[in-house]
């Protein structure tokens, strides 16, 4: 792909930097001489990279001894063989966004982590504490263990970030030291970027590596717009293609941690969605392929009561256009939970306004969690009663019912055999297994041979076991 003169990429720059702090697009000037052609980011940097911090994750790993347990080894060794543990270091960044510490990161900086530690650009280094953690959006907020005033840096509306906008990223790549990279805003609402629940990115060509992970992505404002957290690389190095999570998911976040949530709820809408394709669209009388499409509709849902019908297509959120499902859903969750949103919705070359409520999850069903134990292939599941709330912790579906396996205890008979968190078990010998109670009746015969029905990623999948 041809890039742009050097000329016109220095003008940019110039551009953003004798701009008023807010200013449209139409007042947007080239720039006007060869001094403004050299003008700086270092005014901005200074201003603003003191809350830009290193985090040092720490984790003891322990390793099996392989002669654990063999009586030949013990014999002449002793009995006592103990694992092996070692330490596991990872470096990532963050970003200050209060006075009193509370730092914003990736939750996979800190992942499994015993240890966490805050190192400012000064050089200093803090003991911190995890507020609140969320591995599905991939966030996660840290307070660091000191009684002082940090510099900040203000959270902007991303929101109004366009295609073509300015960015700088600062983060620690690969560890050498606060690093600063300066680039565009290459596209927006990008999904299918991570496993996760985000499906809403902001694109940019700001140069990001492995380290600059909770690192900012910042406007020519000087305000946070997004948390840079992902790269599309073939080598593990930037190939100019980074993703940010947008500043207002990190809002709602932090608000959730600042009111002392220990989870972060999402809105629970009562249906199903899928993208809208070239067919549906033609089938539909859609100018374009955007939107989401109303799979199916939970009765007595939100959805239901807003008067969401299958077949429609979600175009708008609050008037800002819906690209995708994943869209659909930063939307609603920005929109925050408690409010109502209001959707553009057509059918038939029909467009309707209705209203969202929009709140959490219900627990329908009580979850009755159970550990189950003894001589059978589910020994070491633990499983649970679904509802839409625990459905939606599990990222399925939220119609599903039945029995999930919430959790698989490590090396049991269960984990060995590969059954995983989120497998719905269906049916144990035929009979059909609508509960928890249910199930701990079934494993207390001892047949000799399992016939188990389960449901995975939408599979029905039979496994025999003896």
Not at 19 to 40: F, I, N, Y
Not at 147 to 166: C, H, Q, R, Y
Not at 340 to 356: D, E
Not at 395 to 408: I, Y
């Amino acid at each position: 792909m041809p890039s742009l003169p050097k000329s016109i990429s220095c003008a940019a720059m110039a551009l953003a930097l004798m701009l008023p702090l807010s200013v449209s697009a139409q007042d947007k000037v080239a720039p006007r001489s060869q001094a403004e052609m050299q003008m700086s980011f270092a005014p901005l940097v200074k201003q603003t990279a003191g809350a830009v911090v290193n985090v040092y994750a720490e984790r003891v790993v322990q390793r099996l001894n392989p002669f654990a347990g063999d009586p030949f080894f013990e014999q002449f060794f002793g009995q006592r063989m103990p694992n092996r543990s070692e330490k596991q270091s990872s470096l990532g960044s963050g970003v200050i966004v209060s006075h009193n510490g509370l730092v914003m990161t990736n939750n996979h900086v800190i992942q499994g982590a015993d240890d966490i530690k805050i190192a400012l650009p000064d050089g200093r280094e803090f003991p911190c504490e995890v507020i609140l953690k969320d591995e599905s959006i991939d966030l996660a907020v840290l307070r660091i263990k000191a009684k002082e005033e940090f510099p900040v840096l203000a959270i902007g509306n991303s929101d109004a970030v366009e295609v073509g906008d300015l960015v700088l990223a600062i983060g620690n790549p690969f560890g050498v030291g606060q690093t600063v990279t300066s680039g565009i805003v290459s596209a927006l609402a990008r999904n299918q970027v991570t496993e996760g629940d985000v499906g809403f990115f902001i694109q940019t060509d700001a140069s990001i590596n492995p380290g600059n992970s909770g690192g900012a992505l910042m406007n020519m404002n000087g305000e946070l717009i997004g948390i840079n957290t992902a790269i599309f690389s073939r080598g593990g190095g930037s190939n100019g293609i980074g993703f940010a999570i947008p500043a207002n998911l990190v809002k709602v976040f932090l608000k959730a941690a600042e009111e002392g949530k220990k989870t972060f709820e999402r809105p629970y809408v009562g249906a199903t969605f899928q993208p809208v394709t070239s067919e549906v669209a033609e089938a539909l009388g859609l100018k374009t392929a955007r939107g989401a499409l109303v799979v199916n509709v939970t009765e007595g849902g939100p959805a239901d009561k807003a008067g969401l019908k299958p077949g429609e297509v979600v175009t708008a959120v609050n008037g800002v256009a819906v690209e995708h499902p994943d869209a659909l859903w930063y939307r609603l969750t920005t929109a925050g939970l408690g409010n109502s949103a209001a959707l553009t919705v057509q059918q038939a070359g029909t467009t309707n306004k209705l209203t969202l409520r929009l709140g959490a999850a219900p627990e329908t069903t009580p979850r009755d969690e159970r550990l189950i134990e003894g001589r059978n292939p589910f020994a070491g599941l633990r499983v649970a009663n679904l509802s839409p709330r625990l459905a939606t912790e599990l990222r399925l579906p939220a119609d599903k019912t039945g029995v999930v396996v919430s959790e698989v205890v490590r090396n049991s008979p269960a984990g060995r055999l590969g059954f995983q968190a989120g497998d719905i078990i269906v049916a144990v010998n035929g009979d059909p297994v609508p509960s928890t109670k249910a199930m701990a009746v079934l494993v207390e015969d001892n047949p000799g041979f399992w016939r188990v029905e389960i449901e995975r990623d939408g599979q029905r999948i039979r496994q025999f076991f003896r």
